[in-house]
């Protein structure tokens, strides 16, 4: 179905049995719709959509436009940090985040060990698993990658939005074999249009509570069964036709505490760093997918970075002001983060840190005003990426979601063992040790500088 000039959005076998966290990809590698578009497909019998055009956009002032993009690109290419994402993509930060913890496994209560993190490390990852950088339509800094594997002397090549993705839900959560087994996981995952990390997920809870004695399944640390139990939730056979359901699924079978929010696994651990990529775990509309990433996804920033930094976003000076009255509230920081981010996603820019960090309001509006020749300045546009979050809260509230789905899961409040010792939810500058009482005050705080009812809704 893909010709030039041409793109597909399709859904795989899981999407077409309507498991609930089916995706669907676009040309075979950029995934979308975790929480289940591909089931929602699924279900009108939408096996595929494709688009094209011959026309191009009509840009209000081309000079200035081409003004505004050349400085945003310039800033791109003379970062440090294009060319070390464009070898690596985000296994850059793989053996940093190891060691912080993000990279847990057991059910969220231990970091991964040093052997696992050196076999699915970036030294094997560049010299063995990968092929090339592939990435958006022109972007100065691709963070995607076709990768090999050769397996019982067959070489497979598989497209990865995130080999860090691949090698945490395979290597770390499922604790398959090696790489190259991970990266057969992965395709397989890909052809079935399966979301791969809350699968991974679910297989790591089912593994942790029988090698607790706490569950009679026939579940087992490999490849095989990993990609057994894959086939079997596709299909909904045995085992499969609960692991299709979710973490629901789980529940109504074996007793053990949920840690996920609104149905989907967290990614972000607030025990490690309480930034918005973590408290916004609990705020974002589609789920714990991710709260949006920004600098302060691992601790050591200063107040007057992370002052400069929500300056630079477009935050006013009543919310930075707020943010920082008693350390840093995480709600509030994670508030200004979302506009941010939703005026990006609302003019179609990337909001990938690599990218986005190249950015600021001002340049924003410059190119916003001579692609369109609507005057607005950064304030204003993200002012319009706020409403447009309370806009999708709206919906979400329609629903039937209310401020009890944005409760914090109680292992958050348990201590997260890491290379460095256990580690709690704390004030990101201060230290102090978060209570569940603490974080539901600063959700009541976040609704109310956001204008919402105290039930959580607009």
């Given at each position: 179905?893909?010709?030039?000039?041409?793109?597909?959005?399709?859904?795989?076998?899981?999407?077409?049995?309507?498991?609930?966290?089916?995706?669907?990809?676009?040309?075979?590698?950029?995934?979308?719709?975790?929480?289940?578009?591909?089931?929602?497909?699924?279900?009108?019998?939408?096996?595929?959509?494709?688009?094209?055009?011959?026309?191009?956009?009509?840009?209000?002032?081309?000079?200035?436009?081409?003004?505004?993009?050349?400085?945003?690109?310039?800033?791109?290419?003379?970062?440090?940090?294009?060319?070390?994402?464009?070898?690596?993509?985000?296994?850059?930060?793989?053996?940093?985040?190891?060691?912080?913890?993000?990279?847990?496994?057991?059910?969220?209560?231990?970091?991964?060990?040093?052997?696992?993190?050196?076999?699915?490390?970036?030294?094997?990852?560049?010299?063995?698993?990968?092929?090339?950088?592939?990435?958006?339509?022109?972007?100065?800094?691709?963070?995607?990658?076709?990768?090999?594997?050769?397996?019982?002397?067959?070489?497979?090549?598989?497209?990865?939005?995130?080999?860090?993705?691949?090698?945490?839900?395979?290597?770390?959560?499922?604790?398959v074999e090696n790489a190259e087994k991970a990266v057969l996981c992965h395709d397989f995952a890909n052809r079935y249009g399966i979301d791969a990390f809350l699968f991974s997920e679910l297989f790591d809870i089912l593994a942790t509570l029988k090698e607790r004695g706490e569950a009679e399944v026939d579940v087992r640390r490999s490849a095989d069964c990993v990609i057994e139990m894959m086939r079997k939730t596709v299909y909904k056979e045995g085992l499969g036709k609960m692991l299709a359901e979710g973490i629901d699924g789980l529940k109504d079978r074996f007793?053990?505490?949920?840690?996920?929010?609104?149905?989907?696994?967290?990614?972000?651990?607030?025990?490690?760093?309480?930034?918005?990529?973590?408290?916004?775990?609990?705020?974002?509309?589609?789920?714990?997918?991710?709260?949006?990433?920004?600098?302060?996804?691992?601790?050591?920033?200063?107040?007057?970075?992370?002052?400069?930094?929500?300056?630079?976003?477009?935050?006013?000076?009543?919310?930075?002001?707020?943010?920082?009255?008693?350390?840093?509230?995480?709600?509030?920081?994670?508030?200004?983060?979302?506009?941010?981010?939703?005026?990006?996603?609302?003019?179609?820019?990337?909001?990938?840190?690599?990218?986005?960090?190249?950015?600021?309001?001002?340049?924003?509006?410059?190119?916003?005003?001579?692609?369109?020749?609507?005057?607005?300045?950064?304030?204003?546009?993200?002012?319009?990426?706020?409403?447009?979050?309370?806009?999708?809260?709206?919906?979400?509230?329609?629903?039937?979601?209310?401020?009890?789905?944005?409760?914090?899961?109680?292992?958050?409040?348990?201590?997260?063992?890491?290379?460095?010792?256990?580690?709690?939810?704390?004030?990101?500058?201060?230290?102090?040790?978060?209570?569940?009482?603490?974080?539901?005050?600063?959700?009541?705080?976040?609704?109310?500088?956001?204008?919402?009812?105290?039930?959580?809704?607009?």
């Amino acid at each position: 179905m893909r010709e030039s000039g041409r793109s597909v959005l399709t859904i795989g076998q899981a999407g077409e049995n309507l498991v609930k966290y089916a995706i669907s990809l676009i040309d075979g590698f950029h995934h979308l719709g975790k929480a289940g578009l591909g089931a929602v497909m699924g279900s009108k019998n939408l096996k595929a959509i494709r688009i094209g055009g011959s026309r191009k956009s009509e840009i209000d002032d081309p000079n200035e436009f081409r003004k505004a993009v050349s400085e945003f690109r310039r800033r791109i290419i003379n970062d440090k940090l294009t060319k070390l994402y464009s070898e690596m993509g985000i296994m850059a930060v793989w053996d940093l985040w190891a060691r912080q913890g993000y990279l847990s496994w057991r059910m969220k209560s231990v970091a991964v060990g040093e052997e696992r993190v050196k076999e699915f490390g970036v030294e094997k990852y560049l010299r063995e698993i990968k092929v090339k950088s592939i990435g958006c339509h022109g972007c100065p800094s691709p963070c995607k990658a076709i990768l090999k594997a050769r397996i019982n002397g067959r070489e497979i090549k598989s497209a990865a939005s995130l080999y860090l993705g691949v090698a945490y839900e395979f290597g770390v959560k499922c604790g398959v074999e090696n790489a190259e087994k991970a990266v057969l996981c992965h395709d397989f995952a890909n052809r079935y249009g399966i979301d791969a990390f809350l699968f991974s997920e679910l297989f790591d809870i089912l593994a942790t509570l029988k090698e607790r004695g706490e569950a009679e399944v026939d579940v087992r640390r490999s490849a095989d069964c990993v990609i057994e139990m894959m086939r079997k939730t596709v299909y909904k056979e045995g085992l499969g036709k609960m692991l299709a359901e979710g973490i629901d699924g789980l529940k109504d079978r074996f007793e053990f505490e949920d840690y996920f929010i609104k149905k989907i696994e967290p990614i972000f651990d607030p025990r490690v760093s309480s930034g918005s990529e973590s408290f916004g775990l609990l705020t974002n509309l589609r789920g714990s997918q991710e709260g949006p990433i920004s600098i302060t996804v691992l601790p050591g920033k200063s107040k007057e970075s992370l002052v400069r930094y929500m300056k630079r976003i477009g935050a006013s000076e009543r919310l930075i002001e707020e943010t920082f009255k008693n350390g840093m509230n995480p709600a509030l920081y994670t508030l200004a983060v979302e506009n941010w981010l939703y005026t990006l996603n609302g003019m179609g820019l990337c909001r990938r840190e690599s990218i986005a960090r190249n950015l600021d309001v001002d340049l924003l509006s410059k190119i916003f005003f001579s692609a369109t020749g609507i005057e607005a300045d950064g304030d204003e546009l993200v002012e319009a990426g706020g409403q447009t979050f309370t806009i999708a809260r709206k919906l979400n509230c329609r629903e039937g979601y209310s401020w009890k789905d944005d409760l914090p899961p109680r292992k958050f409040f348990e201590p997260l063992s890491t290379w460095d010792g256990e580690k709690v939810w704390r004030d990101y500058l201060t230290g102090k040790k978060y209570s569940y009482e603490d974080v539901k005050e600063m959700l009541r705080q976040y609704y109310k500088f956001r204008g919402w009812s105290e039930n959580g809704c607009p």
